[in-house]
């Protein structure tokens, strides 16, 4: 016990030594973690009435941004010059693109430069100044040295080896003692031959992490003060980042590559739009069915035969049926033909007869009833043919594109069964189901429809139907510009607006983004570099705007495009 007591008394006092030595530095000693590396790119950043600058130095170029406050864009063609303390007036190259460099040796060297920047643009000037601060060599970030350069390195290296070995030689294995031998009687004796070893081993292990955990404690040396932690990245000020407080940081040359545009928020009234469920139809004055006006069999048009997607017009022969004829009527058919054959006969004979007495013996009134009689006989040989050279045309009622075909070569069809269906893809409805209300009886003034891939599709009203329809009153409406995407029984969102109007800011549709919380919110610059979310309560206006009634207010600067990219940043 007393060995024990020792060796744990060694343990912690080494322990303490270990966590007290950064403490134990001379005076002036300051042990907190050292500072981030990187540094960030020189910059300055002015705004004027109507245009924003944002200045990047770089060695010795001073490359100038500017842009339009209201809108980002970038202003393109204009004339810079740049003058400061000291420094003689120069004009700015134009890059294109709302970009401007400008070359000197005094853009690279160290201290603070007050600039002044005159901005001559669609032949307005505007004055606007700032401050650039380039540090000096010493305050740049440097690289840091390799991590087995450090002496304390080696020392714990030196240590866990050491550490090791006791360890090993603790652990080892040791020859048991005779089985005749009497038990030990003291404390002392009752312990394994490798304990004391094992406790020697188990501080050196606890002294070598604590070494280690305190190890970038013991680098500072006199006068060097490592400062608090910052609580923020240091960005290089090139690569887009988001900040601690959940605003993104966006360079200038990001904005122009991914056409980050914004615009000035303004309140307003606006109708809001409710949100329907619609589903495209045929235009019924041109829609057509054709039907088989009796049992036949489909036989070609001049050796082919209308399909699906065919474009016809009005009156086009689609198919000829040959008319199907029961065995009865057959045999009757063939009967009335034989008697009708059998008196033209007799009447031709006749008029033979008559022709060779005619004269005094015949009168001329009995030769003209006997030729009258076999122009009737003929005429019905002629109708009572066989009818199955017969051939009824199918003919289109109206023109378009043929949606439905269901003939073959050869195929026998009966009565009123539908071969084709013709419709014209440029002349559509969409039946909506409206929410029953009082509300409902409101004209409605605006309508669109938005398909599945997001297009735009204008509506003009049609009527209401009268009866409900799944507890709803389903609405007509036209559509005006019909879209390649709109195929009859498709369903699409329509967007009604009727009612009163309501207060809000109107906004596009790609403004309003989710956010990590899943909320819905929009993007606002707040500087020439810098944007931040606002969560936003919106309605629904159209298919392509949104009215804001909450989280905005007038004069923010929404992000009007790109507001998704900037989400995604990290």
């Not at 245009?51 to 406050?69: K, M, P, S, W």
């Not at 199918?394 to 075909?405: Q, R, T």
């Amino acid at each position: 016990m007393i060995d024990s007591a020792k060796t744990l008394i060694r343990v912690a006092t080494l322990a303490i030594v270990t966590i007290a030595a950064p403490a134990l530095a001379h005076e002036g000693h300051d042990d907190a973690p050292p500072p981030k590396q990187g540094a960030a790119v020189p910059r300055l950043v002015a705004e004027g009435s109507d245009v924003e600058l944002v200045a990047v130095a770089q060695g010795h170029t001073l490359t100038i941004y500017l842009d339009r406050i209201a809108t980002n864009a970038p202003v393109a063609g204009a004339k810079i010059e740049v003058a400061g303390d000291g420094l003689t007036p120069a004009a700015a190259e134009d890059l294109g693109n709302g970009v401007y460099e400008i070359d000197g040796a005094w853009v690279d060297e160290p201290g603070s430069k007050p600039l002044t920047f005159t901005v001559t643009a669609d032949g307005e000037a505007d004055l606007l100044a700032g401050i650039l601060v380039i540090p000096s060599k010493t305050e740049a970030a440097t690289e840091p040295d390799a991590l087995w350069k450090r002496p304390v390195v080696w020392l714990l290296m030196m240590a866990a080896a050491l550490g090791g070995f006791c360890l090993a030689f603790a652990f080892r294995p040791v020859r048991l003692p005779p089985d005749d031998l009497s038990p030990p009687t003291s404390s002392a004796e009752a312990s394994p031959p490798h304990a004391s070893s094992a406790r020697v081993a188990a501080a050196l292990v606890a002294i070598v992490a604590l070494a280690a955990f305190h190890a970038p404690s013991a680098e500072a040396h006199e006068g060097h003060d490592h400062g608090e932690e910052e609580s923020t990245p240091v960005t290089s000020g090139i690569a887009p980042s988001k900040l601690p407080t959940g605003e993104v940081f966006l360079p200038k040359a990001t904005q122009r590559l991914l056409r980050i545009r914004t615009q000035v928020a303004k309140s307003g009234k606006a109708l809001a739009g409710k949100e329907l469920v619609g589903t495209v139809m045929a235009d019924p004055a041109h829609e057509g069915r054709v039907q088989a006006p009796m049992d036949g069999q489909v036989e070609l048009v001049s050796g082919e035969l209308s399909y699906v997607g065919k474009t016809v017009t009005e009156g086009e022969i689609l198919a000829l049926i040959a008319p199907a004829m029961p065995v009865y009527e057959r045999g009757t058919l063939q009967q009335v033909t034989a008697d009708v054959e059998g008196k033209l006969r007799i009447a031709e004979q006749k008029l033979a007869r008559l022709t060779r007495i005619s004269g005094d013996y015949v009168p001329q009134r009995e030769i003209d009833d006997t030729k009258s009689e076999i122009e009737s006989l003929r005429e019905q040989k002629r109708v009572l043919e066989p009818k199955s050279g017969e051939r009824l045309e199918l003919k289109a009622p109206v023109s378009g594109i043929i949606s439905v075909a269901n003939v073959r070569a050869g195929q026998v069809v009966s009565a009123r069964d539908t071969l084709f269906e013709i419709v014209d893809p440029k002349r559509l409805w969409i039946e909506a189901i409206g929410i029953a209300g009082t509300d409902d009886e409101a004209p409605v003034t605006d309508a669109t429809a938005v398909d599945a891939e997001g297009h735009t599709i204008p509506l003009s009203y049609i009527g209401r139907a009268p009866a409900l329809r799944q507890q709803s009153l389903p609405l007509l409406f036209k559509v005006d510009e019909a879209h390649a995407s709109l195929a009859i029984g498709v369903t699409v969102k329509v967007l009604v607006q009727h009612g009163s109007p309501i207060d809000g800011i109107v906004v596009p549709d790609v403004s309003v983004v989710r956010g990590a919380s899943g909320l819905q919110q929009v993007w606002v610059k707040v500087a020439p570099e810098r944007f931040a979310p606002r969560p936003v309560r919106v309605v629904p206006l159209d298919g392509e705007r949104v009215i804001v009634t909450g989280g905005l207010t007038d004069g923010d600067r929404v992000v009007v495009d790109g507001a998704e990219i900037i989400n995604q940043v990290r």
